[in-house]
């Protein structure tokens, strides 16, 4: 999607504090960090939203999870414990159409969320 942020991101027309890649997603550190280690891991694919995730790009989902638990290991949250959040449209708190999964950890987190 040409005027998709994070496609341009997944293009290289974006700059971005890349951490991490895999043949169908990328891991990079978020612009407005909410916690220590805020990481957001996006398909290389443009999905705009989890209500857009069908049974041919279902497996992304599994794919951005494996991602997260790799990463928060490497991050060294693993033990501590951490977040994993996909908001999705305006209620869900998405500013971004191209799904993402929010690694969170570094601090404790509160529940309910806000
Ligand atoms: P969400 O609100 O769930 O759609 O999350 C979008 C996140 O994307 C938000 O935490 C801020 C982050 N973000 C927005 N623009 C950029 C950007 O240009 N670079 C990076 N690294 N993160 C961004």
Redesign the pocket.
């Known amino acids: 999607m040409s005027d998709c942020?994070f496609c341009k991101i997944v293009a290289g027309e974006?700059p971005?504090d890349i951490i991490k890649e895999g043949d169908d997603w990328l891991a990079?550190?978020?612009?407005?960090p909410q916690a220590p280690t805020h990481v957001?891991i996006i398909p290389r694919q443009h999905v705009a939203t989890l209500n857009d995730v069908e049974e041919d790009s279902a497996d992304i989902i599994g794919s951005l999870t494996l991602a997260a638990k790799t990463i928060a290991r490497e991050e060294g949250i693993a033990d501590s414990g951490y977040r994993t959040v996909m908001?999705c449209n305006s209620d869900g708190?998405?500013?971004?159409y191209h799904i993402?999964v929010?690694l969170l950890g570094g601090r404790s987190m509160r529940w309910p969320p806000g």
Request: net charge neutral.
């Open positions: 942020l974006i971005a990079f550190r978020d612009i407005n957001l908001n708190g998405q500013s971004v993402h929010h």
